[in-house]
Every structure is written in structure tokens, then in C-alpha cells.
């Protein structure tokens, strides 16, 4: 069966300081793989989504980037963090086909102080 | 402009008291509308997908329906353990899912 990890479970990181958020699933090939941001009181935005190895699309501007160096592996990452960049990552997979369901990992709580 | 919009934003029931929670969506052709449950501080667990109007899909106490303008999430008897967030989302492009906000929906003994 498919497993995804997320880590770390929680950070609590000072403005302007680096970030690096890891995500690996198990148990598939060639996932396509999605990271997500959810804010207290709205609802999951899709922020980045890669159907391959060094594949990435960005769906909303931002100080975030992603990257994928290997087939079952998905990074989020920041070179200096905002108070805004406050809230819970989930990374998500899903098989590729027509209609994907989405499945999801258990997510990391970013605090930026 | 897409558009998912859940309501109650949150619902209290007593235990065995069956209700509804609603998704109704305004999208430009949707390509699924998916249901997942929320437990606090983890990740959406996935419940239902749901292809076209009349679908129906059931699992354990939970039945989602579907319209061409609104998905149902009928619980029936609910138990505490079903106390979650349960979120709605629709499939419109290749790969992004829009999701609503929710409803948190609290079940008393």
C-alpha cells in the first residue's frame, strides 16, 4: 500500500532564516505530487504540483519554491521566511490518470515568528 | 470565476441526530467533486469521489450525493468519532483542486 511522510511535523522558524520541508511517498511510481498551504479560515490553496522528476509548476506567486530531485520525492524550500509563510503544509499524491484523487500527507504547522 | 462555498461553516449535532452538510459549487466544467474529512492537526483523509449529477456513493454512516450545482454529505446517526472537518473539492483543470473551507461539525454524546 502507498504511504506518505511528511517532515518535520512542526518548525517554529525566525523571520529571514532559511526553510526546507520534505515529502516522500511510498509504495508507487512516478506519483504526480502537490504541495498545499492551509490558512486558518480558508481553504487548501495548491501552491506547487510536479508530474515528474525535475517538473514543477507554480500556481500562485509567492516566496516559496519547490523542487523534485528524485521520483518519489518532493521539497518545499524558502531562502528567507515571511510572517505570512505562517500556516500548515500538506504535501499530496495522487496516481496519473484522467480523474486523480488526491491523497494526502499528515502535514507540517510552519510557525515564522 | 471558480467558486466552492460549504455550509454550515459549523454544525453541532447530538449523538443519532442525522443531518446534512452542502457544496455547492459555480465551476467551468468540473472533472470530479471529491469529499475528505479533516481531523484536527492532520492531513485531509480522503471519503468520496463523485463524477456526475445523480451519483451517489456511501461509506459506513456518510453518503455524498451530487447535483450539477451542489454535492450533499448526508450523515446518519453519527457517533463522536465522526467530529471532524469535513472538506469538499472540485476538479476542474489538469491538476489543481479548489477546495471550500469546510464544515466543522462537533457530535455530542
Known amino acids: 500500500s502507498q504511504t506518505i511522510h511528511q517532515w518535520p511535523a512542526t518548525l517554529v522558524q525566525p523571520v529571514g532564516s532559511p526553510l526546507s520541508l520534505e515529502c516522500t511517498v511510498e509504495g508507487t511510481s512516478n506519483p504526480n505530487l502537490y504541495w498545499y498551504r492551509q490558512a486558518a479560515g480558508r481553504g487548501l490553496q495548491l501552491l506547487f504540483y510536479s508530474v515528474g522528476i525535475g517538473q514543477i509548476s507554480s500556481e500562485v506567486p509567492q516566496n516559496l519554491s519547490a523542487s523534485r530531485p528524485q521520483d518519489r520525492q518532493f521539497i518545499l524550500s524558502s531562502k528567507k521566511l515571511l510572517l505570512s509563510d505562517s500556516g500548515f503544509y500538506l504535501c499530496?499524491?495522487?496516481?496519473?490518470?484522467?480523474?486523480?484523487?488526491?491523497?494526502f500527507g499528515p502535514g507540517t504547522r510552519l510557525t515564522v515568528l | 470565476e471558480d467558486q466552492v462555498t460549504q455550509s454550515p461553516e459549523a454544525l453541532r449535532l447530538q449523538e443519532g441526530e442525522s443531518s446534512s452538510l452542502n457544496c455547492s459549487y459555480t465551476?467551468?466544467?468540473?472533472?470530479?467533486l471529491f469529499w475528505y474529512r479533516q481531523d484536527p492537526g492532520k492531513g485531509p483523509e480522503f471519503l468520496f469521489t463523485?463524477?456526475?449529477a445523480g451519483e451517489e456513493k456511501e461509506k459506513e454512516r456518510l453518503k455524498a450525493t451530487l447535483t450539477k450545482k451542489e454535492s450533499f454529505l448526508h450523515i446518519t446517526a453519527p457517533k463522536p468519532e465522526d467530529s471532524a472537518t469535513y472538506l469538499c473539492a472540485v476538479k476542474t483543470g489538469a491538476n489543481n483542486l479548489f477546495f471550500g473551507t469546510g464544515t466543522r461539525l462537533t457530535v455530542i454524546p
Open positions: 465551476v467551468s466544467g468540473l472533472r470530479g
Open positions: 499530496a499524491w495522487s496516481v496519473t490518470g484522467a480523474i486523480d484523487t488526491q491523497y
Open positions: 463523485l463524477y456526475s
